[in-house]
């Protein structure tokens, strides 16, 4: 018999199917046995008559009747007959998988990774996962944005600056990209509109639940643009309908976690960096400290003040610092402290990070050497800017973070499949 897909049994309400998958739960009441099979589709209960020598976590195919059924999960059920047991663990299984929540401390969550993400809940945030990056791709190919691969073994740092992993490169040193910026302006002068969705990198020695050394980055970088709001306003219209696709489609996973709605404004509000400061000073008692941005606190009450004030989850802070921003960020036409640079914050965290850039070869250079940054090494990105290239500006999104914020994770770690932090190289 061919092989059926739980998603599909519904539709062969008294016929008999042949189901595979792996098993989840099983239950045993006098002679009857139940067992909840899932496979990539779904789960659905199996109901023998008598009792079977099956187990949880074991791989089997089973043949049976469906059977409607408006109490069972997804409105029927199988009446098991025949059954073959696949695989079977050839040692217990160090975690329940049977429980509603595993309830595992992060570290065992992660050691036994390939085991913890059997579990329907742990499954369902990469679902969501999966389904923002799907939507992400298809939303700017809508808005015209063609993706490109870049590289990430470069022979320079792509900040330009520190926190970057040197990798040995045959007979020379080498960098793992900590961003795309460069080759992303660079496509600007071909496609116009660029996106990318990649690995990034960063050597920063953080010990925090929001930072990573290697996570998913989405980037775009657009090009012919009057100022940095336009690129704000291709972010906000972008998210309104990634995040509606998401719902719509992962409305399911996302009600495993008691998310109801992902809502983002049609015109997310925005505030300069110096007046949140001074709202945070004044409204919630918290003053961030000289030399700083604004810090996780000022983040998460900067959050806190969008939701009292404008009922939003999003707020664009804008303006940042001259002093805190690469040298490719446009400065500020009427502050020379300031820049044409933004942050998105999602309920208290900075999700984005994004600007105009400098686009005149001059204004570049010599902004570089206000902040003291060498070009060797960059002179395959600098030359570009010799040959008229446009107005443009991007932005570089944290993938993870989003989905850390969107089901309320305690740790960035759990939105990612296998991470790496400053201990961790395994699994």
């Known amino acids: 018999m061919t092989r059926s897909l739980i998603k599909e049994v519904k ?32 789960s659905i209960q199996i109901v ?48 329940d998988l049977s429980k509603k929540d595993l309830n595992l401390q992060l570290p065992t969550l992660l050691d036994l990774r390939a085991l913890s993400l059997r579990h329907p809940k742990i499954q369902a945030i990469f679902k969501l996962y999966d389904l923002l990056l799907k939507h992400y791709g298809l939303v700017l190919r809508d ?42 302006q660079m496509m600007v002068g071909v496609f116009e509109r660029v996106f990318e969705i990649g690995s990034t990198f960063r050597a920063e020695p953080h010990f925090t639940t929001r930072h990573v050394n290697e996570y998913i980055s989405l980037d775009a970088e657009m090009g012919f643009i009057n100022n940095f709001g336009d690129v704000m306003a291709m972010l906000n219209k972008v998210l309104v309908e990634v995040f509606a696709r998401v719902k719509e489609e992962g409305s399911g996973f996302l009600s495993l976690y008691n998310v109801d709605d992902i809502f983002v404004p049609e015109k997310i509000p ?26 996780p606190e000022g983040e998460r009450l900067a959050g806190r003040y969008a939701k009292e004030e404008f009922n939003s989850d999003f707020i664009f ?13 446009m400065p500020s036409p009427d502050n020379a402290e300031e ?21 005149k070869y001059d204004e570049l250079i010599a902004n570089m050497k206000k902040k003291g940054v060498k070009p060797d090494g960059m002179e395959y990105y600098l030359d570009v800017f010799k040959f008229a290239m446009p107005p443009h500006g991007g932005w570089g999104m944290g993938s993870e973070r989003i989905i850390q914020q969107m089901l309320g994770l305690a740790s960035i770690k ?4 296998f991470p790496r932090d400053v201990k961790r190289l395994t699994p």
Not at 67 to 95: Q, Y
Not at 176 to 181: C, G, T
Not at 339 to 359: V, W
Request: aromatic content about 10%; hydrophobic content about 40%; glycine content about 10%.
């Open 11 to 42: 539709e062969k309400a008294g016929q008999s199917v042949s189901l595979m998958g792996r098993v989840m739960n099983v239950r045993k009441l006098s002679a009857v046995t139940f067992a909840q099979l899932q496979d990539y589709t779904g």
């Open 48 to 95: 023998w008559e008598k009792e079977v020598e099956v187990k949880t976590g074991d791989a089997i195919e089973v043949a049976g009747a469906v059977k409607v059924d408006e109490r069972a999960k997804g409105g029927c059920e199988i009446m098991g007959g025949e059954f073959k047991v696949i695989n079977t663990s050839t040692e217990d299984l160090p975690i």
């Open 143 to 184: 808005n015209g944005f063609t993706e490109i691969k870049t590289p990430k073994i470069l022979g320079a740092a792509s900040e330009g600056g520190a926190n970057f992993f040197k990798i040995k490169y045959f007979e020379q040193s080498a960098f793992l990209a900590q961003s795309p910026q460069f080759y992303k």
């Open 270 to 295: 925005a505030v300069k960096l110096a007046e949140i400061r001074e709202i945070i000073k004044k409204k919630y008692n918290h003053e961030i400290a000289e030399g700083t941005d604004i810090d």
């Open 317 to 329: 802070i804008t303006r940042y610092f001259w002093k805190d921003k690469p040298f490719y960020t």
């Open 339 to 359: 820049t044409e640079g933004f942050d998105l914050l999602y309920k208290g965290m900075e999700i984005t990070t994004g600007s105009q850039r400098i686009h």
């Open 414 to 417: 759990e939105a990612i499949l």
